[in-house]
């Protein structure tokens, strides 16, 4: 694997934590925290399999960071619907996933996504089925 020869600017760090405390899309708050942990020096094969991106997506995300900014890490338009899975309601699943299930009623000890999916609604207001919650 070859090594990735890219310089960052000095303010990218505090440039990436804005951006992630500003990003609404779950999919853009990821590749900002990806980007961010290759520009804290990790190495892309590794943030790739922690991450669950393939290889060439991240190094891709992080040229597009080098040559464009945070500008670079948003969907190019798409035809279609706008994603309802916020940046902010991916956090909130994540804090979910962390809870015990036999605190949220349910009656079994590990998630479903439709169990997540009802608990997300409940305390949200956002419906989602469990096919988003498992792509996120």
């Avoid at 990436?16 to 094969?45: H, N, Y």
Wanted: proline share 6%.
């Amino acid at each position: 694997m070859r090594t990735l020869h890219l310089h960052f600017p000095d303010d990218a760090l505090p440039t990436l934590d804005i951006f992630l405390t500003q990003a609404k899309e779950a999919r853009v708050c990821r590749r900002a925290q990806a980007v961010r942990d290759v520009v804290r020096g990790q190495r892309l094969q590794t943030v790739s399999d922690t991450l669950h991106f393939t290889y060439s997506a991240l190094r891709k995300w992080v040229h597009r960071f080098a040559d464009q900014g945070v500008q670079g890490l948003a969907d190019r338009p798409r035809p279609g619907r706008p994603p309802q899975v916020t940046c902010a309601l991916a956090h909130h699943l994540a804090r979910l996933l962390d809870q015990d299930p036999l605190q949220h009623g349910s009656n079994h000890s590990q998630w479903s996504c439709q169990e997540l999916a009802t608990v997300l609604a409940r305390h949200t207001g956002v419906p989602l089925s469990r096919e988003s919650v498992r792509d996120v």
